[in-house]
């Protein structure tokens, strides 16, 4: 064979192996892109018809529960009152008052310490004159209320697995208050104890049979506003006192049955515990006070005045295996759970 002819024949051959590759690399590569690449433009607006599908979803549930009346809500930062279904009322303070991150038996309990307080002030406190027919604000002078938008902005990409176990808290305890004698209690409520809670009289005037002191040993474990420490000047404290420390030694601290200060006697004037609580910001009344140079150092247990169910005790609890009847049962003394029904049929009524 001549050399011409054995290249010609490479070549004869040669081809079709390369057209065979050629045609395998693009089934392999450019057709399965082709395939991907339409779809690639489409992932955003599946994930923001999924986002979408979600939010709907968890506004059904909300809108879903049973509320027999709508309670009219000051919104002080518009000055304008909404008119916002009981049970999507609840759900929104107990989002605002306590961590979505909480054990679902503390937050069912923290349900019915929302409706039990919005119950009872529509009963009986509601005369306060505020605007355009609002019964309450939106703050702590009531109770605190974030709409959906204020959630989403402080929860982020975690608003809806937090609005949906907070639904679903109040879903199974709607309609339900906590009462004493057939009546709703005051359902007082703080962050976290110092390992008891107080007795109504010792922080406030009046003296309610549910509001005992009880133990709290949960805090201490699981809360980290359980300690904190405050440093004032010599200065600082004679300013926010009016008092004047230039002869005076150690502060004469007596104490109540939960070991908060009951009163504080400095030279010639005698400030309750609640009163130092609130004229240095501290953020309990049980506190001890030790001086260094010309400084004082003020040691705190707990968060909050005290009184009533601790949020951190009550997360203790549920994590302990209890529900949120053992929970109530336990913080607020002597009372029962019962339905709107057979506890307020007056007001279901007038609303």
Known sequence: MSKWKHNQSQTNWKIPLIIGITSLLVLMFVIPAMIVIPFKGSESTQASIETENTTASSKQEITALQSPFDVHVLRTAENKVEDIPLEEYVVHVVASEMPADFELEALKAQALAARTYIVRFLLHDSNEDLPGGADVTDTVQHQVYKNTDELRQVWGSDYHWKIEKITEAVKVTQGEIITHGNQPITPAFFSTSNGYTENSEDYWESELPYLRTVESPWDEKISPKFLDQQVFTKA???????????????????????????????????????????????????????KKNNHYVFTTKGYGHGVGMSQYGANGMAQEGKDYTEIVEHYYQGTQISTLEQATPTLLVKK
């Open 236 to 290: 600082d404290l004679e300013n926010k006192l009016n008092i004047s420390l230039s002869q005076i030694g150690e502060f004469q601290l007596t104490r109540t049955e939960s070991e908060r200060v009951a009163s504080a006697k400095i030279g010639d004037k005698t400030f309750t515990g609640r009163d130092i609580r609130e004229k240095l910001n501290l953020p309990s009344n049980d506190f001890t006070v030790t």
